[in-house]
């Protein structure tokens, strides 16, 4: 008696067996190629803090000042596209509150201008498409994706170096968790700067003067899957020395905290709970939802494979039909052996 399978059964079977191969590939195909620093990237964040700057209109330093530092990163989408490189053209300001609003970042008490390239998978700088400064590190405006619990070197642009970040346990910002790294940097020249005497207690008209950094403390809060730090704070001291000099003279700029701002906090963590979100969606939730779906597909269509339905078709059988009540082993048979009379 011959079975066969009925379409229902095999589109189970087949479903099932599709799932099953889609699991790992979104877990090892999709995934890992959605983890790439984006391109089309413009925000704005920004710090607000107290401190100290050198005001040039009254020649002196003045203290307990509102300050605000003000970064914007934009995208070369066509240039990234280009090299392959994720291609951010940084700009940052700082300002106290009688150059706000900055109509020309010029007009700014400090103002920069960066052009960052990280490779998108690994966040490594890469050292092309116009570069400015040169970088080098594992995190500056972003961590790698899979934050480690490890210690990593941080850029500062600033010092123009790497900077050791200890992993110092976790932390909430706006009620989302991330990853808490805090390092400092010791007072450290970083360049001369022509400068009236006076400014380092020197009598001459114009002098080399030493510019020091140091930064009392970092802390940066990074989300664990998708590297996106969600909340920053920097604690900068830009001084001026006499050639030489063993102690600061003058300060230019010193804050022992800038951080984000509280607009800038829930922006950051927004983005961050989105991106991972859908990270965990092609990483975890759909594998397995598809490993568990994909499994009982198969297991029901095989069992209804397994017991088919008896093909009638060729007239094999009929149910609730015993043996030809005339076949040829019928005692009715006309083919049947007969008694004979001799």
């Known amino acids: 008696m011959r079975r066969t399978a009925s379409p229902l059964s095999l589109v189970l079977l087949g479903l099932g067996a599709f799932l099953l191969v889609l699991a790992p590939m979104l877990a090892w195909y999709v995934?890992?190629?959605?983890?790439r620093t984006p391109i089309d990237?413009?925000?704005?964040?920004?710090?607000?803090?107290?401190?100290?700057?050198?005001?040039?209109?009254k020649v002196?330093?003045?203290?307990?000042?509102?300050?605000?530092?003000?970064?914007?990163?934009?995208?070369?989408?066509?240039?990234?596209?280009k090299s392959g490189r994720a291609?951010?053209?940084?700009?940052?300001?700082?300002d106290p509150?009688?150059?706000?609003?900055?109509?020309?970042?010029?007009?700014?008490?400090?103002?920069?201008?960066?052009?960052?390239?990280?490779?998108?998978?690994?966040n490594k700088p890469v050292h092309c498409c116009g570069e400015k400064p040169y970088f080098e590190g594992e995190a500056y405006l972003k961590f790698p994706f899979g934050v480690e619990k490890r210690t990593y070197l941080w850029w500062d642009a600033t010092l123009g170096a790497t900077v050791p970040l200890s992993y110092q346990g976790k932390k909430k910002i706006q009620g989302?968790?991330?990853?808490?790294?805090?390092?400092?940097?010791?007072?450290?020249?970083?360049?001369?700067?022509?400068?009236?005497?006076?400014?380092?207690?020197?009598?001459?008209?114009?002098?080399?003067?030493?510019?020091?950094y140091a930064n009392h403390g970092i802390e940066l809060v990074a989300d664990q899957r998708t590297g996106r730090i969600i909340f920053a704070a920097i604690g900068p001291r830009k001084t001026l020395r006499a050639p030489g000099g063993k102690k600061d003279v003058t300060?230019?700029?010193?804050?022992?905290?800038?951080?984000?701002?509280?607009?800038?906090q829930q922006s950051q963590v927004d983005l961050a709970d989105d991106d991972s979100s859908r990270l965990k969606l092609v990483g975890e939730t759909l594998p397995l939802v598809t490993v568990v779906l994909g499994g009982a597909l198969a297991i029901l269509g095989g069992?209804?494979?397994?017991?088919?339905?008896?093909?009638?078709?060729n007239g094999s059988g009929r149910d609730g039909e015993g043996p030809d009540s005339m076949g040829p082993h019928s005692d009715t048979s006309p083919n049947s052996l007969q008694p004979t009379t001799m």
């Open 176 to 212: 989302y968790e991330g990853l808490r790294f805090t390092g400092t940097v010791k007072a450290t020249k970083t360049g001369t700067r022509q400068v009236p005497g006076r400014l380092v207690g020197l009598k001459r008209s114009q002098v080399m003067a030493e510019e020091w």
């Open 87 to 94: 291609i951010w053209d940084v700009s940052t300001s700082i």
């Open 41 to 57: 990237v413009d925000q704005i964040t920004v710090f607000k803090g107290t401190g100290s700057y050198f005001d040039t209109g």
């Open 251 to 264: 300060v230019l700029l010193d804050s022992k905290r800038i951080a984000f701002n509280k607009k800038t």
């Open 303 to 313: 069992v209804l494979v397994a017991r088919g339905r008896e093909n009638d078709s």
């Open 31 to 35: 995934e890992p190629r959605a983890k």
């Open 60 to 81: 002196k330093t003045v203290q307990d000042q509102n300050l605000t530092v003000t970064r914007q990163v934009r995208g070369d989408v066509a240039d990234s596209e």
């Open 97 to 122: 509150d009688k150059t706000l609003p900055a109509a020309d970042p010029h007009d700014s008490l400090q103002w920069s201008l960066e052009r960052w390239v990280t490779d998108r998978k690994t």
